[in-house]
């Protein structure tokens, strides 16, 4: 029943999770606000670019490890903004997983309890729109916390993802789609912008915020573009 609210009237279930007290205080404060308007026009909403480093792709078993975001303010990118976490573990990490994420268990030892991790994540979240790449991975983690932590599912939230809004254009556009084509930096090369060596969450979160950008001048008329023209 809760499940079909969620879908079929989210900014209902937003007010029905507002009136759990035992939420914490950031989780509270974020959902005091209404879900921000598919007609708004984009050029007045601050959007906040995040990636998630995990151990794996199955948020039931793997964790996140580390978190990096950027804030887009006025279609501009506000690098003053940017943020880089470790997320403590409660086990160490193994040795694939030091190797494929360049992490030690002294560094991650030294970053936020996991708790803390979404308590920030939250607060960064509060009156904006979310922007990811594939947004598959950051959307099955951000859920699977909230389940862990508070004991619901399906955090009410607009997300947009640049992986659907290049198929989108490229379906218009009757042009081929491979999914190597969408992977992050290979969609930067055709958009001829910059390439980075530097991989951590926040130099993500950074690219992909660039990647945005380019993708809403290529629309052309940015004055006029409203939200809901890039929710696929």
């Not at 039931?60 to 506000?78: A, E, P």
């Not at 859920?143 to 640049?162: G, K, S, V």
């Not at 084509?181 to 930067?188: C, D, E, T």
Request: glycine content about 2%; charged content about 20%.
């Amino acid at each position: 029943m809760i499940e079909n609210i969620y879908r079929l009237f989210p900014e209902k279930y937003r007010q029905y999770l507002l009136n759990n007290d035992e939420l914490p205080n950031a989780l509270k404060h974020y959902l005091s606000h209404p879900i921000i308007s598919k007609q708004t026009l984009i050029k007045t909403i601050e959007f906040l670019v995040f990636n998630f480093e995990t151990t794996g792709l199955s948020a039931k078993q793997d964790r996140i490890v580390s978190m990096g975001y950027t804030l887009i303010k006025d279609l501009h990118l506000s690098l003053k903004d940017s943020t880089h976490v470790l997320v403590k573990p409660k086990r160490l990490l193994t040795e694939q997983n030091v190797g494929i994420h360049q992490l030690t268990d002294d560094e991650v030892s030294q970053g936020l309890t996991f708790s803390h991790m979404m308590t920030d994540l939250f607060q960064a979240m509060t009156n904006r729109v979310v922007i990811v790449h594939f947004d598959n991975i950051e959307k099955s983690f951000i859920n699977e916390a909230c389940w862990q932590l508070y004991h619901f599912d399906n955090l009410p939230m607009r997300i947009l993802d640049t992986s659907k809004i290049e198929t989108r254009k490229r379906t218009a556009n009757q042009t081929h789609i491979n999914a190597e084509s969408l992977r992050l930096f290979s969609l930067r090369s055709q958009y001829n912008l910059t390439h980075y060596k530097a991989h951590n969450t926040m130099q993500d979160a950074i690219s992909t915020a660039e990647l945005f950008l380019a993708q809403v001048a290529y629309m052309g008329s940015i004055d006029t573009i409203k939200l809901g023209e890039l929710i696929i």
